[in-house]
């Protein structure tokens, strides 16, 4: 009986793959592909069938089907969940979070609203004929724009998103009967210990031969040539292969410099063509065409964090150009299918309101808050072109970065990373998390805002490239609880030293000079949970 439900599940699930494949922009162009290349082949009519499925193993062909199955897989996960069970719980499967998060929303929705009331300034408003060619004009240079965003303020900072998680309590969980939970966030959720993490990562851990940890030792496999030689010839050939998982792979052991550009895009799934820079220009008419509201929010943050980086200020114009489109694309609203969150509302002006009227504000669904800008200004680093920095934007944030700041249940959420810091530092660094209770010192509010923004902004960018290709190599952010835990074991005889929460927060103030890969390899060498020499 377990073999048939397995196999019907399986059945079902391929089926919806195949179906959804079909709904998208590929299967179009893969089938033209498929009968142009066929009707070259000299392949005979009786066994046509055989024979075209004995060609097109290992071809070109093959490899993109496989890479657009594999990035279906993971841009709709739900896909490979079982049919039967309801959507809400598929987007969260506890009613409290999502009580939680709809009041979040509500709170988020409110905040926009008044600030419009308070500027007297609508949602959104067409733009004159005259502003349409004045910011066209100016598109290449928009830095430059010299509105008054003085009384603009950011919705919300991590601050009160920790706030929020911080009081979030699940009304069925009994202290007295079950395990008492002694740090900040109160919630009884799953999350990986430090045993559990050494075996998601336990690549990481025991291979010595890493790119960004010693590149000038002889290489593993040809010692006449350095690592870092190496890995940029076996890089070159994964490049060549083209296949998502492969490049997957290959991005454990960390990406050469020159090649992470292109294993990105394998990684994701991605592929810029015409029909992609077209799909920009149509969001960049969107913004010439209409004023909203968040464009002034963007435009605030950008002000406020890359402006103001010393590693990202030269990128100002091109980070304005995609973040304005960002919020403009609908098909960011895809996303929501499988998140604990749905996409603010509003109805155009003069109409009543109703299911047929109402649409999603801003078009994306998305509301920024402080520091959103750096999910994408590291990116600029890689990127020149503004369409393939966007795209790969677009990709990371529908993959990873959303569940950053919303509230939920899943573990690499927001709340699953915090606690798993909080209960990894109890169990790995009990000294120091005594005196820090002791002290009244709290370490989560220092280490929260570095993890909901992937640390963009806190490393500089050699080093934040390679922490996020351990996201997209593991397809994991739990690394980020990770990475905290780790900075706050090297920096622990300072911490031991401190007596306030001023004190500490200097301590962790400044991390630019930290080097990912030795220190997640340090902080995932032990799995007994013992305080570990540095």
Not at 59 to 83: E, F, G, I, K
Not at 160 to 169: A, M, P, Q, S
Not at 432 to 438: K, R
């Amino acid at each position: 009986m377990l073999r048939t439900e397995m196999g019907t599940n399986i059945t079902a699930i391929v089926n919806r793959l195949a179906s959804e494949l079909q709904n998208t922009p590929f299967y179009s162009d893969f089938l033209a592909d498929v009968q142009t290349t066929m009707a070259t082949q000299n392949l005979s009519t009786e066994k046509f069938a055989s024979e075209c499925y004995e060609w097109a193993q290992g071809s070109w062909l093959d490899t993109r089907l496989r890479n657009a199955l594999y990035r279906l897989m993971h841009v709709q996960p739900t896909l490979l969940s079982n049919p039967d069970t309801p959507v809400h719980v598929l987007k969260e499967p506890l009613a409290y979070v999502r009580k939680a998060q709809s009041s979040w929303e509500r709170r988020l929705v409110k905040c926009v609203n008044s600030m419009a009331s308070e500027l007297g300034v609508p949602l959104a408003r067409r733009r004159t004929k005259q502003e349409r060619e004045d910011l066209a004009e100016r598109w290449a240079n928009l830095s430059t724009d010299e509105s008054d965003l003085s009384l603009i303020r950011p919705v919300y900072a991590p601050k009160d998103f920790l706030e929020v998680l911080c009081n979030l309590r699940n009304q069925n969980y009994d202290e007295t009967v079950e395990e008492n939970l002694w740090g900040s966030i109160q919630l009884p959720l799953r999350v990986k210990d430090i045993k559990a993490l050494v075996e998601l990562y336990g690549e990481l851990a025991c291979c010595c031969k890493h790119t960004g940890l010693e590149e000038n030792v002889p290489g593993e496999h040809k010692p006449n040539l350095t690592l870092a030689e190496e890995r940029i010839i076996s890089g070159q050939k994964v490049v060549e292969r083209n296949h998502g998982p492969l490049s997957k792979e290959f991005c454990k052991t960390g990406c050469p410099p020159g090649l992470r550009a292109v294993l990105w895009h394998q990684v994701l799934g991605l592929e810029i063509t015409e029909k992609q820079y077209k799909y920009f220009d149509e969001l960049m008419k969107a913004v010439l065409q209409h004023d909203l509201l968040v464009d002034k929010l963007i435009m605030k943050d950008i002000q406020l964090t890359a402006s103001n980086d010393d590693q990202y200020f030269v990128f100002e114009d091109i980070l304005f150009q995609v973040l304005l489109c960002f919020f403009r694309d609908t098909e960011v609203l895809s996303h929501f299918g499988h998140s604990s969150a749905s996409p603010p509302l509003s109805v155009a002006r003069g109409q009543t309101p109703s299911p047929e009227t109402m649409v999603a504000y801003p078009p994306s669904g998305v509301i920024p808050f402080h520091g959103f800008t750096m999910f994408a200004a590291p990116l600029s680093c890689l990127y020149e072109d503004p369409v393939h920095l966007y795209f790969t934007f677009r990709e990371l944030y529908c993959r990873y970065w959303y569940r950053l700041h919303i509230v939920t249940s899943h573990p690499q959420g927001a709340a699953g990373l915090a606690l798993q810091f909080e209960l990894l530092l109890q169990s790995s660094e009990t000294r120091l998390w005594q005196h820090c209770a002791a002290m009244g010192i709290q370490l989560l509010p220092i280490v929260f805002k570095w993890m909901v923004r992937g640390f963009s902004g806190y490393l500089i960018p050699d080093q934040l490239f390679h922490l996020w290709d351990v996201i997209l190599a593991w397809e994991s952010v739990e690394v980020l609880s990770v990475l905290a835990l780790a900075i706050v074991s090297f920096r622990r005889d300072n911490l031991m030293d401190v007596t306030t929460q001023q004190a500490a927060e200097a301590v962790l103030a400044d991390i630019t000079s930290i080097r990912v890969i030795p220190l997640l390899k340090l902080a995932l060498a032990s799995d007994k949970g013992r305080d570990r020499e540095t």
